[in-house]
């Protein structure tokens, strides 16, 4: 365990805006997508959902504290301290941070473009959740977002990969990835894929001349049944059946 005055210190989470500092609870969707997680070095006192099997808070000094196994780390937010977490989760190297797309400051220099394998920007602002379990309302009683667009970062190949096939809607970033997971992480879904094909095309196609089209797709050398994968591709809407045997775009 690291005692250096590196990781000295705790803070509360912040929103963008300066009048308030609160606690913020990482989206149920979010943690089903991407968990489960051993450890929550971050996690509040009071919490509707356990977002680890382990939780350390304000109370334990989880800078401090022996990491292990799978760690989710949304740190506090203020300056001051999230260089402190991110320099420890760099250092423990396997999990998945969530932290603002902030991504001009020295602590993303740092700790994540320069030590974390892959990242996934989220579209959109997140929801997050109070202590309540309920999203953090505005006075007029609409939900207040992030206030900023948010990042995943994964630290290690295999939350990396985690991260490339997590189905959250965002760009997917890697970045120190071996070349086999990289054009998988990018290459488009099957659905895409094959729409996109048949959408090219002029009429309706036969079956026979969609198994030839993709015979030699990368998708399709690596999956040995990859007939029966189109087939039911286009029975989930990537095609529309026209005629025994025939398929049109959709």
């Known amino acids: 365990m690291t005692t250096a005055p590196l990781f000295a210190g705790?803070?509360?989470h912040q929103t963008p805006r300066r009048t308030r500092t609160d606690e913020w609870l990482t989206p149920p969707a979010v943690l089903k997508a991407l968990g489960p997680f051993d450890l929550d070095p971050c996690a509040p006192i009071v919490r509707p959902w356990p977002t680890a099997a382990h939780h350390y808070t304000i109370r334990d000094n989880g800078l401090l504290l022996p990491w292990f196994g799978r760690v989710l780390l949304n740190p506090p937010y203020l300056r001051t301290v999230i260089g402190k977490w991110l320099a420890r989760m760099?250092?423990?190297?396997?999990g998945i941070a969530l932290i603002f797309a902030r991504?001009?400051?020295d602590a993303f220099f740092r700790y994540i473009w320069e030590q974390a394998s892959a990242l996934l920007f989220l579209r959109g602002r997140l929801d997050f959740h109070?202590?309540?379990g309920g999203t953090a309302q505005r006075r007029s009683g609409r939900a207040a977002n992030a206030g900023a667009p948010s990042v995943l970062c994964a630290y290690g190949q295999r939350d990396a990969e985690v991260l490339a096939?997590?189905?959250l809607n965002g760009a997917f970033v890697p970045l120190r990835l071996p070349r086999s997971v990289v054009v998988l992480a990018l290459e488009p879904t099957w659905r895409e894929a094959i729409a996109a094909w048949m959408r090219a095309q002029r009429g309706p196609v036969v079956l026979a001349e969609i198994y030839r089209a993709f015979a030699s797709h990368p998708k399709a050398t690596a999956n040995p049944n990859y007939q029966a994968k189109i087939r039911q591709v286009l029975q989930m809407g990537a095609g529309v059946r026209v005629g025994r045997g025939q398929w049109s775009s959709s």
């Open 10 to 12: 705790i803070g509360g």
């Open 165 to 167: 096939f997590c189905g």
């Open 103 to 105: 991504t001009e400051t």
């Open 130 to 132: 109070t202590v309540g």
């Open 90 to 94: 760099a250092a423990h190297n396997r």
